[in-house]
């Protein structure tokens, strides 16, 4: 697979520490906001998404937190392991032409997990 | 992986030559994606498909131009390639309009010298 020499923010962890990345978000209309993980070499794969009208859902090891007010989205991942090493998207789910959705990622975090 | 299959994986060509890249998936989604990924911009979207003969600009338009003659194949092309379009390129999938799980395909690295 192809991989991006991205030139990231990277946030560094202790395995087995809580990770929290952050991500800020300009379109308000968006009825969904996604996380997706991207590993080196690989294609981004989805991880958890969170409706609008929501403010936290959990999943495994992760939990999403939505904050309309500021526009902000976080993404929590509990017990950090040395395969999340990865970059972090946040997007969200827009509208686009006749009532269809196109999906638009932002910028990317890097996480690094220390063992 | 959605049976998600990127063509050329590689390839180099010269400024001003015409490219297509091919997306080819098998699982009859309805919605697909252009994606170029650069160092310090992340993932951004070139043009996507809502169904066939369906298309829509994303973020980074100009200079791309995409054809759906079929379900399965979404072709991207540079008309005209310059050295600005060096970049990974990535397709994705989605059932369908209420789905926010895209799946990737691996990647076509371009460069243009």
């Known amino acids: 697979g192809e991989s991006v020499g991205l030139h990231l923010p990277t946030l560094s962890v202790q395995e087995g520490d809580n990770s929290i990345i952050n991500c800020a978000y300009s379109?308000?209309?968006?009825?969904?906001f996604i996380w997706y993980k991207q590993e080196s070499g690989k294609g981004p794969q989805f991880i958890i998404d969170?409706?609008?009208?929501?403010d936290k859902r959990q999943g495994q090891r992760v939990t999403v937190l939505l904050n309309k007010t500021v526009k902000h989205l976080s993404l929590q991942i509990a017990a950090t392991q040395p395969g999340d090493s990865a970059v972090y998207f946040c997007?969200?789910?827009?509208?686009?032409?006749?009532?269809?959705?196109?999906?638009?990622f932002g910028s990317g975090t890097r996480l690094l997990v220390r063992p | 992986d959605a049976g998600i299959t990127q063509s050329p994986r590689h390839k180099v060509t010269e400024t001003g030559t015409p490219v297509t890249l091919r997306c080819h998936q098998t699982?009859?989604?309805?919605?697909m994606y252009w994606y170029r990924q650069d160092p310090g911009h992340g993932l951004r979207l070139i043009h996507y498909?809502?169904?066939?003969?369906?298309?829509d600009k994303g973020e980074v338009s100009d200079g791309y131009s995409v054809s759906r003659s079929k379900t399965e194949d979404f072709l991207l092309t540079l008309e005209s390639a310059t050295s600005s379009q060096t970049s990974v390129y990535f397709c994705?999938?989605?059932?369908?309009?209420?789905?926010?799980?895209?799946?990737f395909g691996q990647g076509t690295r371009l460069t243009v010298v």
């Open positions: 997007a969200e789910k827009a509208l686009g032409m006749d009532s269809s959705y196109k999906l638009i």
């Open positions: 379109n308000s209309a968006s009825d969904y």
């Open positions: 969170i409706r609008s009208n929501m």
């Open positions: 699982e009859n989604h309805r919605y």
């Open positions: 498909s809502y169904g066939v003969k369906d298309t």
């Open positions: 994705a999938v989605t059932p369908g309009a209420a789905n926010t799980e895209a799946f």
